[in-house]
């Protein structure tokens, strides 16, 4: 079993930045993939990025790229995501997910086998 914490939510005006974390505990091996994720009202949850847990090449969904970055401490068993240039209409609540073999795909939300609990994330104009 792998359990899944976020934090690092907030309320902080449009061209701030926030850095959320992940921590994960239990069984997590060296090939799973750790995405975030996010969902805001009366939308569907939405892929945001992705890195692999041993590291190695990032995804990023178009609305985000440029300005999130996606990292992970495997010393401290936590994955990062730092959000720069912040807007409104990344408002959400924005989850942390881990994903095992058999890989079905990383952008689908139903594709991942843990979840964490979320973080709000919102952002004031």
Known sequence: QVQLGESGGGLVQAGGSLKLSCAASGRIFTNY???????????????????????????????????FTISRDYAKNTVYLQ????????????YC??????????????????????TQVTVSS
Do not use: H
């Open 83 to 94: 959000m720069n240039t912040l807007k409104p209409e990344d408002t959400a609540v924005y």
């Open 33 to 67: 993939l750790m995405g975030w994720f996010r969902q805001a009202p009366g939308q569907e949850r939405e892929f945001v990025a992705l890195i692999p847990w041993s590291g190695g090449t990032t995804l990023y969904a178009d609305s985000v790229k440029g300005r």
């Open 97 to 118: 997910a881990a994903q095992g073999p058999p890989f079905r795909g990383y952008s689908d939300y139903a594709n991942y086998n843990y979840w964490g609990q979320g």
